[in-house]
């Protein structure tokens, strides 16, 4: 096991939040962290490819408790829950979850939460990388309804693989095997309390785990490396290459503040004709009524293995710039390089051909489908 990350390299003071399970991370050899809601997020403990194998053939374990959720309750909390999003919550029962866009007044995306429905006016919101929780609250402020909106001190790990549902179900019993896809249930594991949910970012079978009580974060992570050593279990950060493949985007790089949901394919999770009022109705009812200007599309570019993209690459067509690139990376399945690229929507047809400049040289691409593999989340599903 590797030494320990020297955290005086990457912080001074107080101002960024560890997770409960940040000292079984350091333990277990993280080499990395990134921060992400003014929390520590491992990157990972192990060349990324070997946990990107490990991920598809047996079962991984990742700290996310940088998923800061906030609740929002009281009386009027599904109307105020659906004001903030374009999604119909009237099918979503207590006890399932779902994922949705928040959408500003021009139609922007705010975040792209995974919501959780706890009680009929009570909801949990999954947030990616932004301060969704000061928005709720200015939104609540002169919304008239009673509403509270509060961040939460839970901690989720997810639990991702194909041997995933093996360590969950010996860990809380046969419940598990009944648990459909954005399902979720609240129980303890001894004395521990927890919150089990059939989701996760990887396109793998998978759960996530929902510490409530963060003075616990070590017990739980012990338990479940415990419960998953007959399966190979092993600590792993995000999978970026097994996301890419599975055409999930990343808040803050594949779809920003800027980014409408018709321009990424997100439209599925817009329903313009909901009867509850919801922010930005009227603009993404002119977007979807004039269509987009730019468009997401996946891309395989040329060339030797590319690794994980730190800056937008610039996407050329006929020697002028058209977009960027917003994720690439090689796929070790698909022995490709894959990834999205914004571009304008004429260029957007498959079998277009672009041209991209990475870091080393200018290399060809070309508009193919996504998502790369497993369109249909069967394997999610499974």
């Not at 954005?182 to 793998?204: A, D, H, K, N, S």
Request: proline share 5%.
């Amino acid at each position: 096991m590797q030494k320990p990350l020297d955290m005086s390299l990457v912080q001074r003071g107080a101002r960024l939040k560890r997770s409960p399970y940040f000292e079984a991370t350091q333990r277990h050899g993280c080499w990395g962290y990134t921060v992400y809601n003014h929390m520590f997020l491992p990157i990972g403990y192990d060349a990324l490819e070997r946990e990107y194998w490990k991920l598809l053939n047996d079962v991984t374990v990742w700290d996310v408790s940088v998923e800061r959720n906030v609740e929002i309750s009281g009386r009027d909390g599904l109307r105020f829950m659906n004001l903030l999003t374009p999604r119909d919550l009237s099918k979503c029962a207590v006890g399932k979850g779902r994922y949705v866009l928040l959408t500003a007044d021009d139609g922007g995306i705010i975040n792209d939460p995974v919501l959780l429905r706890l009680d009929e006016s009570r909801f949990w919101l999954a947030a990616a990388d932004s301060d969704i929780l000061l928005w709720a609250k200015g939104v609540a402020l002169n919304s008239g309804m009673d509403v509270n909106v509060s961040e939460l001190d839970v901690a989720p790990l997810q639990v991702q693989g194909p041997k995933s549902k093996d360590v969950v179900q010996d860990l809380f019993g046969e419940r598990v095997a009944r648990l459909s896809y954005y399902e979720f249930f609240e129980t303890q594991l001894g004395t521990i309390p927890v919150i089990v949910t059939r989701t996760g970012w990887t396109g793998e079978l998978g759960y996530e785990i929902y510490l409530l009580d963060p003075a616990r974060g070590t017990d739980l992570w012990d338990r479940i490396m415990e419960a998953g050593r007959r399966y190979d279990i092993a600590p792993a950060g995000p999978s970026d290459i097994r996301r890419i493949e599975a055409g999930i985007l990343n808040y803050g790089v594949d779809m920003t503040l800027a980014t409408n949901p018709y321009a990424i394919g997100l439209e599925r999770l817009v329903n313009l004709n909901k009867p509850e009022p919801f922010i930005g109705r009227a603009a993404l009812k002119r977007i979807s009524a004039d269509g987009v200007t730019r468009k997401l599309v996946g891309v395989e570019i040329d060339g030797a293995n590319l690794d994980l993209n730190m800056t937008k690459w610039p996407v050329r067509a006929a020697d002028a710039p058209v977009g960027q690139v917003t994720s690439a990376v090689y796929s070790p399945r698909l022995k490709k390089n894959i990834g999205y690229a914004m571009v304008p929507a004429e260029r957007s047809a498959l079998g277009t051909s672009l041209k991209v400049d990475t870091p080393d040289r200018e290399r060809g691409a070309v508009v193919v489908n996504m998502p790369f593999i497993d369109p249909g989340k069967a394997v999610a599903k499974a």
